[in-house]
Every structure is written in C-alpha cells, then in structure tokens.
C-alpha cells in the first residue's frame, strides 16, 4: 500500500515534472541534501555513531553526517557561544557551530511515566549542564550533549521506553496528541492508541526515512484543538459523522515558516482502524509526489497549495488506498479559546488533571525530576507535555489539588498565572541555535515579568510568541503578539537585535495569521514599551467580548504602531 509507485497518469509533459518528484520520474538528487540522503540513509548513522563518533570525538565525523544525517536521531550542532545574531547569514555552518550538539528526546503525544520524566531529567543533568527545553511539538531538548556520550544517553533512555530516533531529520517528527487523551469526558474520541499503532509501525523505518523535508502529524480527539492542526502537514481531528460515530477529520498542508499555509480539508470520514494506513497513504503521497527540487518548496503545503484536497482525495483513494473513503463532516471549531490545558481540569473517573506554566519552556533536568517526585507523591506517576510549552500532573484526588499547586509554586512553576506568564512562548533563540538573530528565552521571561508589573490586572487572554529568526519555531505568525527576530537600528543607527511585529494571528474559528506592518520593528529593548502601548489601546478600545485577534482586524494602523 505504501511503497513507490509510478502514477496512473499518462508519461506526458506536467507542469510539475520540473519539482523532482518521484512518481513522476525524477530519482536523480537536485539538491545537497538529496544527495546526502541518497548516498546513505539517515538512519545508517546511528551505527557509524556507536562504532566511530563516540570513540573518535567531533573532530572525527564526517561533515555529511555532522550537518545532515545526524538529525535522524535528534541531533544537531550547537551554536557556538558570543557569536551575535548579526553573523548568523554570514558565517558558514562550520563557523556558528560548536563542538556540542542540541538533543531532542521524541516522546509523541506528551506522555510520560515518572520513571520516564526522571530518565530525562537525570540525563540533562548528567550530560547537559542541567538544561532542558519543553518544546511546542511536545517534546524535550537537551543542549551541551557531547557525542561521546550519546550511546549511554540513548542506552538509559532505551531502558525506559524512550527515542531521539527521527526526532529531526526528513521524516515523521514527534506527533502531537492532546495531553489529556484518554482522560476527559469532553472529548470526542481517544487518539492515544492510533497514535501508538502508528508510531510503532513507522517509525524508524526505511520506508519513510527519506521524505522531502519533515512531517509534522498530530492526532487527537479534543474539543480545544489543542494540537493546532491548522498548521500540522497532516492532522486526525476528531469529529463525530451523522450516524454519531466518531471518527477523524483528515486535514493536509498546514505549516508556517516563511510562507505560512492553514491545513485544507480533505473531505473525508476516517474510522479509528483506518488512521494508521490513512497516514501511512498521506506521507507516501508526500515522499513520492512532494516537491524535492528546492528545499523552499519541499513542504506539503505546497503540494496541497497545487494539487487542492479534491486531486488530493483522488491520489489518495486511487493511488494509495485503493479504496473510497466515504464523506466526512467538518469538525467542530474549538471549544475554548484557550488550548494549553493549565489550571485544573476534572478527569472522567473523579480525579484532576494541573496543568502548570514552566518559564517559557525552559527549565532544569533537576525540576525535571522533582515533577516526575511529586507526580508519584500526588498523582500515579502520570504527566504529560503540551503544544504550548507547559505541563500537566495526571489523577491528582480533589484532597489533594491546593497542596500539589503550592508544591509546584514553590518551584516557580504555576497553575494559576498571570495571562502573561501563561501566553508567552519562546524558541531556543541565540543561545543555542545556529539560525537565529536574536535571543529569545531570557527575553521573553523577562518581557511577561515587565507586563505583570505594568498591567497588573489584565486578565484576557493574550499570546505572545517571541521566534529568533523567520522559521516560527514558536509560531509567530499564530500568536496575538509575535516577535520575529531580525536586526534593527536603534535610535542611534547602531544595529541591535530587534523584532519584526505580527498582530492579531488566530487560528479556530476564521482562522488568521497576524498583521505586519511595513518596516515597522522595535529593538529588543522596546518591546515591553510597545506591547503595553499596543495592550492598552486594547483595553481602551475593545468592544465587549471583543478578543485582541479581533480588534486588530479592525483596529487602525495607528492604534498598532
């Protein structure tokens, strides 16, 4: 069902032939890192780091492994350290680089053990000065990992059920499912098993380990849409058809980047059995079909963009199923504005899910492992990541919520934020990533710690994501206030890190990326004095009910500036 096949169409000239898609021919690399993964399979490397790197240090890894095939297993190189974010388009990659690599540990879904947490934190603390980053994918980063040490990193989170395998890299990435699957009442169906069919089917294998670029794919069956499917390359939403049967909605091509695109409808009704072969369809639709020529364009939404969900459906069903799907309703637009699961939420059999606000996403292998103590002391030893960079405590008795809220507190980790604290979101940033411009965590933890001091009051909902460089890892285009990295001039004409500002991005109902505004940014020491300026215009001028995302729909450009 999935393996490479030549298209039904007849061999004549398309207008797409020149993209360098498989199916219709072209097997010949057009590109460096076509060629890089011809010559050898991301996932060959693996061995060579067991056998060779972990023995011979960096000095002794091959270049095309070091800055291509080693993303295969959730590794890339680190940004050196005091390299400004003027040099990051100057400098080759072996300039920015350091000799240590950011880790990202795949944990689909967000679900993990206490045991599993525990792993995770020891290691960072053993092997990555104590740092690790809660990711918008669900996932968690280490930094300063050297590769001597990865073969015991991999061995301890092997012990406990856990991967860096494709965690990068062109293939599947970790996929997103709502933390509180399985759990709430609310929601429409429990993606946690098809998830896990899948996971175990596909990845790491050969058959989907050369893509054109990544695969981002989230299932679930909340009401809040709390996965973001909008902007995922593939994406189950959970829906229930006209006989009351719950089932998946198939959305394809979301993503952002420098050319953001909303996920279009595919049409159809996906029983639960169906999903992993559905999935195992889309990506081989994407690995055959997905435009290989220009790595710009190597993304699904540009596919989609160009063929639409209706040639889609039909590649879909003729090539690949080989059978109809059948009709599917549309899902349901998200039931609460909010999506991150923080605060306290009653679980289906009695107990509470808390969900807590960690800074920015940022947080200690030590914290790490306190959570996973006071999970067990709590809880059942059941905690989960969010798409929002925050964390949730699963099965906590109602006796014994305020004393679990004040243990998390006690750690600067909060259940009950400000809407400041709770909307901010960073990327990794300067510190460590060779893309970025500008530095982002620090500079966001400090920003909402500003605004609670200036608008002590306002309570409405209100996200601000804060990227260092165009690729929206933190989702700048989506946020009520993102923050694009860029250099800037200040006052004087000297160039400092800066910020280009989006406003008013929205997804659900009328979904939106936010408004930018010709020229208009603001240096990095400005933006608490914009965002204030901008919020308060807000709270001056709103309708009632009226949500920021929509006031700046109709706000003049004068009120924004």
């Known amino acids: 069902m999935t393996t490479p096949r030549t298209s039904t169409r007849p061999q004549r000239r398309d207008p797409q032939r020149g993209q360098g898609q498989w199916a219709l021919g072209y097997r010949e690399p057009l590109n460096p890192n076509e060629r890089m993964k011809k010559d050898s399979d991301g996932l060959d490397v693996r061995q060579r780091i067991l056998d060779i790197y972990a023995h011979t240090g960096f000095g002794g890894i091959d270049p095309s492994d070091l800055r291509g095939r080693m993303r295969w297993m959730g590794l890339y190189t680190q940004r050196a350290q005091g390299i400004p974010g003027g040099k990051t388009a100057v400098l080759e990659p072996e300039e920015l680089e350091d000799e240590y690599f950011m880790m990202r540990v795949r944990t689909d879904g967000g679900a993990l053990t206490s045991d599993q947490l525990r792993t995770i934190g020891g290691i960072s603390t053993e092997f990555g000065r104590d740092v690790a980053d809660v990711t918008d994918r669900q996932n968690v980063q280490y930094h300063w990992i050297r590769i001597e040490d990865v073969p015991e990193i991999w061995r301890r989170l092997e012990s406990v059920g856990l991967t860096t395998t494709e965690a990068c890299g062109d293939t599947p990435r970790g996929m997103l499912n709502c933390p509180l699957a399985g759990v709430l009442a609310d929601e429409v169906l429990d ?74 409808r595919v049409g159809v009704f996906v029983r639960p059995d169906q999903v992993t072969e559905v999935w195992a369809a889309c990506t081989s639709i994407f690995r055959d079909y997905g435009y290989r020529r220009q790595r710009n364009r190597a993304r699904i939404k540009f596919l989609m963009a160009d063929w639409g969900p209706e040639r889609f459906r039909q590649v879909l069903q003729d090539e690949y199923l080989r059978a109809e799907l059948p009709d599917g309703p549309a899902a349901a637009p998200p039931a609460h504005e909010q999506r991150d699961h923080v605060g306290v939420a009653k679980q289906k059999d009695g107990t509470n899910a808390v969900g807590f606000a960690l800074r920015t996403g940022r947080i200690t292998g030590s914290l790490l492992t306190r959570i996973a103590d006071l999970a067990d002391e709590y809880g059942q030893g059941r905690t989960r990541t969010t798409t929002q960079q925050k964390m949730v405590v699963l099965d906590v008795p109602d006796e014994r919520v305020e004393d679990l809220v004040t243990a998390l507190a006690e750690h600067d ?149």
Not at 228 to 236: A, G, Q
Not at 241 to 260: C, K
Not at 460 to 472: A, Q, T
Not at 546 to 552: Q, S
Request: proline fraction near 4%; aromatic fraction near 10%.
């Open 413 to 561: 980790l909060l259940v009950r934020p400000s809407a400041f604290r709770r909307g901010t979101m960073a990327c990794t940033g300067l510190e460590f990533c060779k893309l970025a411009i500008v530095e982002t965590k620090q500079h966001a933890q400090d920003l909402y710690a500003e605004l609670e001091k200036r608008l002590p009051d306002f309570d409405e909902p209100i996200g601000i994501n804060v990227n260092g460089c165009p690729n929206s890892c933190a989702r700048f285009q989506t946020a009520d206030i993102g923050f694009k990295g860029s250099m800037v001039r200040d006052d004087t004409g000297e160039m400092v890190e800066g910020f280009q500002v989006h406003l008013g991005g929205h997804l659900g109902t009328e979904a939106s990326f936010g408004r930018k505004f010709r020229g208009h940014k603001v240096t990095k020491a400005e933006t608490a004095d914009y965002c204030e300026r901008v919020l308060r215009g807000y709270l001056e001028r709103r309708e009632p009910g009226e949500r920021f995302a929509a006031y700046v729909a109709r706000a003049e450009e004068s009120w924004l500036l």
């Open 191 to 264: 993606a946690s098993d098809v998830m896990a069919q899948t996971v175990a089917k596909y990845v790491g294998s050969p058959e989907f380990s050369n893509l054109p670029r990544k695969w981002k794919t989230s299932m679930s069956g909340c009401v809040d849409h709390c996965t973001e499917p909008e902007i995922d390359d593939v994406s189950f939403v959970g829906v229930r058809n006209a006989d009351g049967e719950a089932g998946y909605d198939l959305w394809i091509g979301g993503g952002l980047s420098t050319n953001p695109m909303f996920a279009q």
